[in-house]
């Protein structure tokens, strides 16, 4: 069955930097999008970056673009946000998904996810 395992995720002060990681497995990882999406608590679950099973497309929220990096390594089956100069709302548990749809990736309407690792930036 497909799984998709976050990592990486702890207690960081703000302007920190973080690198989350998500293998996936059960899949053919290469012809599937990828995305990170994010929950803060009371909030609803928003995407925060997005890309292409080829990794030439990438998506990002304005909040973290410029700041958050989402990368690839398909030999490794695994996605990669690079986040830096994190900010105490970038607060959250971070999720990776996964679609062979691009579009299904970023709409959220995949139907593969992880379980989620909680990013906490704080003094």
């Known amino acids: 069955q497909v799984q998709l395992v976050e990592s990486g995720g702890g207690l960081v002060q703000p302007g920190g930097s973080l690198r989350l990681s998500c293998a996936a497995s059960?899949?053919?990882?290469?012809?599937?999008?990828m995305g990170w999406y994010r929950q803060a608590p009371g909030k609803q679950r928003e995407l925060v970056a997005a890309i292409s099973s080829g990794g030439g497309n990438t998506l990002y929220i304005d909040s973290v673009r410029g700041r958050f990096t989402i990368s690839r390594d398909n030999a490794k089956n695994t996605v990669y946000p690079q986040m830096n100069s994190l900010k105490p709302e970038d607060t959250a548990v971070y999720y990776c998904n996964a679609d062979s749809l691009f579009s299904a990736v970023v709409r959220g309407s995949s139907d593969y996810w992880g379980q989620g690792t909680q990013v906490t930036v704080s003094s």
């Open positions: 059960g899949l053919r990882f290469s012809i599937y999008a």
